[in-house]
């Protein structure tokens, strides 16, 4: 049957691929498996395979695809500038055309009534929280627990931040993603981003009329619910000087928003993620370094902010002008497991590659750990527990600026005397 | 029972896969010639490995290893159908420091044991392009070379002693940690045979010592005869740096396009010579390649000036045959290797071939030995092109050939170049070769019809070979 939606791979990504093979070592389900099903080179191939009409989108290919993490290691490393996570997302959109299966179904509750809607996630999530306040929580199914064991505690959160606005604007304007999940589970991240950016002298504003920016919904087949959000979103982030979002996912969606809504390159052109934004703000000037050694940190890269954005360097210049000695948990930069829904539908694969990065962490013998990406902080959180505290990068950095803070404010009522 | 229910009941039903999608993508390698598996079984074992023979021998179908597939002769594409065995689970490592020797599975991948030795201070020295991702076994298989092998030799210098199956499901293990084991070297038999006499479960390799200290130089010139001549004259001093590697402008301008490796990419040719050893050696043996480049017309010498930066050149180097996905959807890519003194003759001839092919030839390639990579890079989907691009490829080995050159400088035979091997060997002497193989192999289900063309032995009256199968290019 081919294709039969107009999101399929195209001739020019599927024909970019020689097949060399470059990837596979990148690749995690590759390296959990040995198998070439599990493989990028593998996928292609049979994204292929499909366009020439020798295979069918049926079960096995659904198999070979939904086992994929979507982390885009696969990118970077390839010389033949494959642009995979776009050719996935292509195919993934063909599968739910045309495989409407229980999986599916069980997605588009989570993706449709969950994330789509301000009113149930912020019920929703005021519920969980009295839910983990009551430990009950632990009674949920073995694959939710894991994702609720990574929450941080929700009760007594601070105000959300979508429609905030402030600061002097000196710096210029920046249009805040508050994003669905993480103004309602991350909402400390999403106040360090309005602090520090005021602090170095932009106004921000998060819209009211914003909404999801669809990562979730495109990375998983819904074409015409990522591409409806991104409707909703290109208005509404009009005239901002820069975008800027506090998960690496979402920031990476925002960026390819050129493919997902008619004036969205205007959108695209404009979107960083948070980390960008402040290691930029501090390399200008416009935020402090703080001068006390707060000893040694972790840096775990996100998958979307190191393959599909190509920064490293960012948070890693945050975390030393917060005053720590950054270490590396990973040089090969693996996928922590988390990958989105991942950690719901492939639960086995998702669990071993969160104890690889667990183990990985522990071997280092930190204490700390700073990660860009709310999924993956919970993900980490759910493996380690309570061993390892693990917060965004500009979260870190706020705390430590304060900290100095009020050690200068005790010097200096210390000095007259 | 059925071959399936066999191979099943002797390893783990995830570890055999037989769905035909899941076959499909067993069918080929890096190469561009399909087959088709008849089943795929992941072992983790020598053990496994023995059964899987046993089996494939009462089911009387051929047995194709696989290591990770990186090969560009079709060694493991399945032309002949049968088992595909896949190795990539077999990957243990053990390190024998004081010796600096270690057994390592087959499908332990080559840069992850330079990895795993690093902290020893040691190193796997063969380090073919592909080294981030081909396996062990493959590299054995193959007697892989890469740009380092110029000075330490290519796999086979490398290899004390290899655990095989062979027919049977017999165990042995041939050679070991003595220099020279007593008897034939059977061995050396096994290093490049291709998976043709059986099949390499562990092998214990040599590792060396890390470098000291090293030097990367990365020199432009506005012709090919400089840059070739340049190494030439190096090799006539009796220098022999730790690797040459010269590639051309459109080369060049691809990897850029990617990588921004800060290649010259208006120069007709770059060299990269990297020498090691102590620091003040490398100091004077980079000044003399500089001398010598400059004497040869170069444009400039620039030094690595860092451990990343001379990472980032050699990336742009080991990745060269991807980057030519950007051009074109298929390369076709040739290996031989011809006299140093004949490197730019023959480099004309191939591009005259291509030109009157209307191809498209870009050439990167290993200078100090003299192995040429010119690479094809062509759409398979045009009417008549990859008949078009076989017939020039052809022509271009021959040219090679007549200049005094080899069928294969390290990628091996396959099925790709098993018809041009009566270009290089007499009847005798492929007879002795395929007798060679009917004694580790009397049934003919390891790898078949690789290697040895149809009819290599006199006296052939049929047996299992035939011309390579129409469809099988893709
Ligand atoms: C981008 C790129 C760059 C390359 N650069 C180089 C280079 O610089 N130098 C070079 O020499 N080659 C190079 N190659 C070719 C290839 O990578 C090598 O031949 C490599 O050694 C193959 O290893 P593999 O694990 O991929 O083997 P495969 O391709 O899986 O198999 C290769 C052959 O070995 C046999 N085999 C595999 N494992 C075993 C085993 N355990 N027992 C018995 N037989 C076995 C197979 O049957 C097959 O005949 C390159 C390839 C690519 C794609
Ligand atoms: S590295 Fe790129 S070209 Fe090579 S196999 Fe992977 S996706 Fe294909
Ligand atoms: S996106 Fe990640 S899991 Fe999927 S093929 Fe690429 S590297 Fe593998």
Request: glycine share 10%; with cysteine.
């Amino acid at each position: 049957m081919g294709w039969v939606t107009e999101e399929h791979p195209t001739d020019q990504e599927l024909d970019a691929c020689v097949q060399c093979g470059l990837c596979l070592p990148l690749c995690p389900t590759f390296r959990l498996t040995g198998k070439e099903t599990a493989s990028p080179r593998g996928r292609l191939q049979a994204m292929n395979a499909v366009r020439d009409g020798l295979f069918e989108v049926d079960e096995t290919f659904e198999h070979i695809m939904d086992f994929c993490l979507g982390c885009r290691a696969c990118e970077p490393v390839c010389p033949g500038m494959v642009p995979y996570g776009r050719a996935l997302e292509g195919t993934r959109a063909e599968i739910v055309a045309q495989r409407p299966s229980a999986s599916h179904r069980l997605r588009a509750f989570l993706l449709g009534s969950l994330l789509g809607s301000r009113g149930t996630l912020n019920v929703g999530s005021t519920l969980l929280g009295f839910a983990q306040m009551l430990r009950l929580t632990e009674l949920a199914p073995r694959r939710y627990r894991r994702l609720t064991s990574g929450l941080r505690p929700l009760r007594g959160r601070s105000d959300a931040s979508v429609g905030h606005s402030g600061g002097s604007g000196a710096a210029g304007s920046v249009g805040l993603l508050s994003g669905c999940v993480q103004d309602q589970w991350f909402r400390p991240t999403n106040r360090a981003a309005i602090e520090l950016l005021e602090m170095a002298g932009y106004r921000v504003e998060a819209p009211l009329a914003q909404t999801c920016c669809g990562a979730l919904a495109a990375h998983d087949g819904k074409a015409p619910e990522a591409r409806s959000l991104a409707a909703i979103n290109t208005p509404a982030f009009d005239g901002y000087d820069m975008i800027v979002a506090t998960a690496a996912g979402c920031s990476a969606h925002l960026r390819e928003y050129a493919h997902w809504a008619d004036d969205g390159e205007s959108v695209g052109s404009r979107s960083i993620d948070i980390t960008v934004a402040i290691a930029e703000a501090i390399e200008r000037g416009l935020l402090p370094r703080v001068e006390t050694d707060n000893g040694e940190i972790g840096i775990q890269d996100p998958c979307h902010l190191r393959h599909a954005q190509r920064v490293t360097a960012e948070p890693r210049a945050i975390l030393e002008a917060a005053g720590y000695q950054v270490v590396e948990i990973d040089p090969a930069g693996m996928c922590c497991g988390a990958a989105g829904l991942y950690t719901i539908l492939q639960p086995e694969a998702s669990q071993e590659l969160g104890n690889q990065k667990a183990e990985q962490i522990r071997s280092t013998g930190v204490k700390r750990v700073a990660s860009a990406n709310s999924g993956c902080e919970m993900q980490m959180r759910s493996a380690l527990g309570d061993e390892v505290e693990i917060r965004h990068p500009i979260e870190w950095y706020l705390d430590a600026i304060e900290a100095a803070r009020t050690r200068v404010n005790v010097a200096a009522v210390k000095d007259p005397s | 029972m059925s071959l399936v229910d066999d191979l099943r009941s002797a390893l783990s039903h995830d570890r055999v896969l037989e769905e035909p999608l899941e076959l499909h993508l067993y069918s080929k390698d890096a190469s561009m010639m399909r087959g088709e598996a008849t089943c795929v079984v992941l072992t983790e074992t020598t053990d496994e490995v023995a059964a899987v023979v046993r089996i494939a021998e009462d089911h009387r179908v051929p047995i194709v290893a696989r290591g990770a597939g990186t090969g560009l002769t079709a060694g493991a594409s399945p032309t002949e159908g049968g088992i595909v065995l896949s190795t990539t689970l077999m990957n243990d490592i053990e390190i024998d420091v004081d010796n600096r020797t270690a057994w390592v599975g087959a499908g332990v991948i080559n840069l992850d044991l330079s990895t795993y030795a690093e902290p020893y201070g040691l190193h796997f020295a063969p380090d073919p392009s592909s080294q981030s991702v081909c396996t062990i076994g493959g590299n054995v298989a193959n007697n892989s070379g890469g740009a380092h092998c110029l000075a330490e030799g290519a796999t086979t210098s490398h290899v004390l002693g290899l655990e095989v199956v062979l027919a049977g499901g017999e165990v042995v293990v041939l050679g070991g940690e003595a220099p020279d084991s007593p008897g034939l070297d059977i061995k050396g038999i096994i290093v490049g045979s291709e998976g043709t006499l059986g099949i390499v479960t562990s092998a214990l390799v040599r590792l060396l010592p890390l470098d000291p200290d090293v030097r990367t130089l990365l020199i432009d010139f506005e012709t090919m005869e400089e840059a070739t001549q340049t190494v030439s004259d190096m090799i006539a001093a009796g220098f022999v740096p730790a690797a040459l590697e010269i590639m051309d402008q459109k080369m060049m301008v691809a990897v850029e396009n990617w990588l921004h490796a800060g290649f010259p990419t208006d120069a007709a040719a770059m060299l990269l010579a990297e020498v090691v050893g102590e620091t003040e050696a490398v100091t004077a043996e980079a000044a003399l390649i500089s001398e010598m480049a400059y004497k040869n017309n170069a444009r400039g010498v620039e030094l690595a000036e860092d451990e990343a930066h001379r990472a980032k050149l050699w990336k742009g180097r080991k990745s060269a045959f991807g980057a030519l996905a950007q051009i074109s959807p298929d390369y076709y890519l040739h290996d031989t290797v011809v006299p140093r003194s004949r490197l730019v003759e023959t480099m004309d001839e191939v591009q005259q071939i291509a030109d009157r092919y209307g191809l498209d030839v870009y050439n990167v390639f290993h200078a100090g030995d003299g192995n040429l990579h010119p690479l094809i890079s062509f759409d398979a989907s045009e009417e008549g092109m990859l008949d078009k691009v076989q017939r020039a490829g052809e022509e271009m080995v021959a040219a090679c050939l007549r200049n005094g050159g080899a069928l294969s400088g390290e990628h091996g035979i396959g099925l790709e170049k098993r018809d041009m091997m009566r270009a290089s060997f007499t009847e005798l002497d492929l007879d002795a070769q395929a007798r060679l193989k009917e004694a580790f192999d009397p049934e003919g289900l390891f790898n078949p019809a690789k290697i040895l063309p149809e009819g290599s032995r006199c006296f052939d009256f049929g047996g299992t070979r035939r011309p390579i199968p129409e469809g099988a290019w893709v």
